[in-house]
């Protein structure tokens, strides 16, 4: 019988009454970490796409989110500060692009919390692979799932509300790729959360205190010199902030400035963080 070159070895080498040599006793040490990732991303994706009830919900959300307070905060647009964005929705939607991957990122965590409960994660610690695989392959297939409710978002923003940005579709990609990649470095973050407490309503109080404060003290639905001092020295302050600015600076066709290079830096810096937590607190736990 001849095996394929990167089939395990077999113990006796598969002929009856053939005993095994030491190097015929040899494990298999499991695929490539990059193998490992693939599989179990998709296994999410799978998972997080089989539902078509939970794949709508999903969409919708962050339609609603923004119909509604494109709609409560309407009166901000006729600021003094607002006329230049041509429209409350233009200054709005790319701040809703950022809420949502943290809300995404949110759901990362939540989404490891209940394959550790439904002894998922158990049954892969069982398996010859990296435990940094199931962590790696989590923040990805929630960062694809952002990707397709942010695609949904701005048709439905353009479609329904009239977005008209001035960066064209150039510059409302580049916004998408940021937030992809800030949503990335947030679900690190709460995944480093998730592995630390591993519980489910401690994962809510802590996920509700960083993230509607972060979403509330930003320029997500108003100009920084229209807020009280202390909010506009919070605001200032706030790393949500950077990349809100620099995603409205793409999408509406403008100069992000130091916003952008800024975004990026506290993104990487937050996945790093948040990898290296995640993955102590994950090994500590096995």
Same mark, same amino acid.
Request: with cysteine.
């Given at each position: 019988m001849t095996l394929p070159p990167d089939h395990p070895p077999v113990a006796g080498g598969g002929v009856p009454g053939h005993r095994a040599s030491d190097g015929e006793r040899a494990r298999w040490s499991g695929s490539p970490l990059r193998t490992q990732v693939w599989v179990l991303t998709?296994?999410?994706?799978? %998972?997080?796409?089989?539902?078509?009830?939970?794949?709508?919900l999903g969409l919708l959300q962050p339609v609603v989110l923004l119909v509604l307070f494109s709609q409560v905060f309407a009166g901000v647009g %006729?600021?003094?500060?607002?006329?230049?964005?041509?429209?409350?929705?233009?200054?709005?939607m790319p701040a809703t692009l950022v809420n949502i991957a943290m809300i995404t990122a949110m759901g990362a965590g939540a989404g490891l919390l %209940?394959?550790?409960?439904?002894?998922?994660?158990?049954?892969?610690?069982?398996?010859?692979?990296s435990p940094v695989s199931?962590?790696?392959?989590?923040?990805?297939?929630?960062t694809a799932r952002l990707a397709v409710q942010l695609v949904a978002i701005v048709v439905a923003a353009v479609l329904v509300l009239g977005f008209d940005p001035d960066g064209g579709v150039v510059g409302l990609t580049a916004a998408v790729a940021l937030t992809l990649v800030v949503g990335w470095g947030l679900?690190?973050?709460?995944?480093?959360?998730?592995?630390?407490?591993r519980d489910i309503?401690?994962?809510q109080a802590v996920s509700f205190i960083a993230v509607y404060p972060l979403m509330f003290t930003s320029s997500a639905y108003m100009p920084l010199e229209h807020?009280?001092?202390w909010v506009?020295?919070?605001?200032?302050a706030n790393p949500l902030t950077y990349a809100i600015d620099a995603t409205r600076a793409l999408a509406l066709g403008r100069s992000p400035g130091w916003a952008l290079p800024c975004a990026v830096l506290l993104a990487g810096v937050a996945a790093l963080a948040g990898s290296a937590v995640a993955a102590r607190n994950f090994r500590r736990s096995a």
């Open positions: 998709t296994r999410s994706l799978r %998972a997080a796409f089989g539902d078509y009830r939970l794949v709508c %006729a600021l003094p500060g607002m006329v230049g964005y041509d429209g409350y929705v233009n200054y709005l %209940a394959e550790t409960y439904t002894g998922v994660v158990g049954r892969l610690r069982t398996l010859p692979i199931v962590l790696v392959a989590r923040t990805l297939a929630d679900s690190w973050v709460f995944v480093a959360i998730a592995t630390w407490g309503e401690l994962m807020m009280p001092l506009r020295a919070v605001a200032a």
